[in-house]
């Protein structure tokens, strides 16, 4: 059965962005990150994407991985930095990039795409996602780092109950929640 997910880092303060960048840089969190999603579908927010262009250098954004882009205008228009020419987003190496006006949107263009799915960012994407999400994988990166966007953690606390606490390297800490409707049951069996 398909999941819906939410996969996130933040820190001390639940703050997960800062100036439109990731304020800090842990390999193993990344790593993290591309063995839950690769082979799944991600749903994220505009300037979540153009942030993930600058670390594609040209190069596919996150490679194996849908990518559907939730924006008000088109990718490809714009005066920030990273948008993409018409030509770039017709180009293979974005095939596996879409673009859609609303979450609803994201959700349907979702179901003809094999995998699960998972909500990468930012705060309205991680609103959105944690009213639907069975799964919300949040790394605790420590210490704090002045973010301007912050995660809704409230709506974890209410919503969700741990499932499992994994200590990595370098202080981080891999919390899996899962909706409180599963109970202590693991909604991928
Ligand atoms: N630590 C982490 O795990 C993590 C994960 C992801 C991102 N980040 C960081 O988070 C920051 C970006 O997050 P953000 O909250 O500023 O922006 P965002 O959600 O990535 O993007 C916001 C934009 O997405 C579009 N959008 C989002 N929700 C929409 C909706 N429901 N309907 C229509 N359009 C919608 C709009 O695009 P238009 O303006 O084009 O209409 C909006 O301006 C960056 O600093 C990034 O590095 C951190």
């Keep these: 059965m398909r999941t ?11 703050g997960f962005g800062k100036d439109g960048k990731i304020p800090w840089h ?12 690769k082979g799944h579908v991600c749903i994220m927010g505009r300037k979540t994407f153009d942030d993930l262009l600058t670390y594609a250098k040209g190069k596919h954004v996150l490679p194996g991985r849908q990518c559907i882009v939730v ?20 180009e293979w190496k974005y095939n596996n990039v879409h673009e859609v006006k609303t979450v609803s949107d994201a959700l349907n263009i ?18 959105s996602g944690l009213n639907m999400a069975d799964c919300v994988y949040l790394t605790m ?3 704090k780092h002045g973010c301007d966007r912050f995660f809704p953690h ?17 202080g981080l800490v891999f919390h899996t929640y899962v909706h409180n409707i599963f109970g202590s049951k693991n909604p991928h069996n």
Excluded: C, W
């Design 4 to 14: 819906i997910n939410l996969i996130a880092a933040v820190d001390e303060e639940f």
């Design 26 to 37: 842990y390999p193993e969190d990344l790593k993290f990150f591309k063995e839950k999603t």
């Design 71 to 90: 924006t008000s205008t088109h990718l490809e228009l714009g005066e920030r930095p990273n948008a993409m020419s018409i030509r770039e987003m017709e």
């Design 110 to 127: 979702s179901r003809n795409m094999p995998g699960d799915v998972f909500f990468i960012g930012g705060e309205r994407i991680f609103a």
């Design 141 to 143: 990166i420590p210490g």
């Design 154 to 170: 409230e709506k974890l606390r209410n919503s969700y109950q741990i499932y499992n606490k994994r200590e990595g390297g370098d």
